[in-house]
């Protein structure tokens, strides 16, 4: 994480649905963007293995920035 590059597109993920409940491997890939309570908003670079993640929980996440 040393700096980033101007090139590097970013998005916004924000979680609006709680994870209480839900699939383990949906609770890891909301861990896994960083997101931790309802309302909390995080940037993450726009990669496929973030895109992978967000596709996977897109019922419990909003997305800003595409």
Do not use: F, W
């Not at 597109?9 to 890939?29: D, E, N, P």
């Not at 861990?31 to 929980?57: C, F, K, N, W």
């Amino acid at each position: 994480m040393s700096g980033k590059k101007g090139s590097e597109k970013m998005l916004r993920v924000t979680l609006v649905k709680s994870t209480a409940g839900r699939l383990k491997k949906h609770q890891a890939c909301v861990a896994g963007l960083g997101l931790r309570r309802i309302g909390h908003t995080v940037e993450v670079e726009d990669t496929p293995s973030v895109r992978g993640m967000i596709d996977r929980v897109n019922y419990l996440v909003r997305i800003d920035g595409e």
